[in-house]
Structure formats: C-alpha cells, structure tokens
C-alpha cells in the first residue's frame, strides 16, 4: 500500500533507551503507535515531559529532534509500531 513512511518498526516488550530517530527527516513527524496490555510511559527528554503510553495511544514526534524513550514499565505486554 502507498505510505509517506520509508519502513515501519515493530518493537516487542523492549526498553527503548534515550534516542534520536537517525532516519527520519528533520521536517516530518514520526508515528508512534502503543498496543498490547502493559502501563508504560513515554517519555521526551528534550522538554523534560512524561506522557502515558497505554495501549491505543498515537504519538506523532519529530523524533530527529528530540530525544525520546520508553523505560521499563512494570505490568504487561507492549507492542509498539514506529
């Protein structure tokens, strides 16, 4: 199917350590989609901001410029798309 994104990450029950996207472009937003049963949190570090990640979240990040994480969360599965 035609898409504006170059690839689609699947991200299983795994920590995301403090990044910057390396292959996003500066100028676009990056999608960040939460599935699954787990009570994470998403956190921007950049803007020293935490926000909840639940499942069914959409988070749209210019994710080339901030830096941006999910630490361990303590109950669930977490599926992510990004």
Not at 60 to 78: F, I
Request: charged share 15%.
């Amino acid at each position: 199917w035609p898409s504006i994104y170059v690839s689609i990450d699947v991200i299983v029950n795994q920590e995301t350590p403090p990044h910057l996207d390396k292959v996003s472009a500066p100028s676009l937003l990056d999608l960040l989609v939460s599935l699954g049963t787990h009570d994470a949190q998403f956190h921007i570090g950049d803007l020293s901001s935490i926000f909840g990640y639940q499942p069914g979240t959409m988070i749209y990040l210019a994710g080339k410029l901030l830096c941006h994480s999910v630490p361990k969360w303590e109950n669930g599965e977490r599926i992510a798309l990004a």
